[in-house]
């Protein structure tokens, strides 16, 4: 149980256009969402916690109007990369919680061009 | 705001040597305490939590953990390691209630046959 999934696992975009990436909880229902980036050699940045349903709370220092999240239901949360640029190529992770414990997806790798 | 830190960044072990990662956090309320692994190449994955009661808890693959409140410590152990043990090695911390989680900066273990 406690299956989390992430699509596209790995995506090549041209600076400038946006990236959707798709996170869902294959079968439990997710309080919560959270959406991460992980820089090579390094632990994980929090960037958002999403709750179903209402608007997402943004790490300080994340751009709320450059990661738009969006949290449709208990079981999918969407972070869309807005006009993406290099900096922004990393591997973004999401996990979803039940009440007490974060269960991760397997990340997804943007390249920005 | 609460930190969480892992002091052992690298640590290189023989198969059947004995295994402790150190975690240390900050935060003098009520925590709930995790320890997670991540393969080459694969996500993350939840080895061991604590949130009550017996300060030992074991987690899969003949991990456990000690909770020591006094030390503000949860270091993670294993008798004797293998191979397949080679990861990189995440504590996680949630205090104060909800289920968002503050990471330690990973634990890279090689275990070499």
């Known amino acids: 149980g406690a299956v989390v999934s992430q699509h596209p696992s790995w995506v090549i975009c041209k600076s400038g256009t946006s990236v959707k990436i798709e996170c869902r909880s294959l079968?439990?229902?997710?309080?919560?969402m959270f959406w991460y980036r992980q820089f090579p050699k390094q632990s994980l940045m929090l960037m958002a916690t999403s709750n179903e349903g209402s608007k997402a709370t943004y790490e300080q220092g994340v751009e709320k109007d450059k990661f738009l999240i969006n949290h449709a239901s208990l079981t999918l949360s969407t972070l869309t990369v807005t006009s993406a640029h290099p900096e922004d190529s990393s591997f973004y992770i999401c996990s979803a919680a039940d009440r007490e414990t974060q269960y991760f997806g397997p990340g997804t790798r943007l390249l920005v061009l | 705001a609460q930190s969480v830190s892992q002091h052992n960044h690298h640590v290189i072990l023989s198969e059947a040597a004995s295994l402790e990662l150190g975690c240390n956090y900050s935060?003098?309320?009520?925590?709930?305490l995790f320890w997670y692994v991540q393969y080459p190449g694969q996500h993350l994955q939840l080895l061991l939590k604590y949130f009550s009661g017996d300060p030992l808890v074991k987690g899969i693959k003949g991990f456990e953990a000690e909770f020591i409140k006094s030390k503000f410590s949860f270091n993670l152990r294993k008798p004797s390691v293998q191979w397949s043990d080679t990861a990189e090695y995440f504590c996680a911390v949630n205090a104060g209630g909800g289920n968002k989680l503050t990471f330690g900066t990973g634990t890279q273990l090689k275990v070499e046959l």
């Open positions: 935060y003098g309320g009520t925590v709930n």
């Open positions: 079968d439990f229902q997710a309080t919560t």
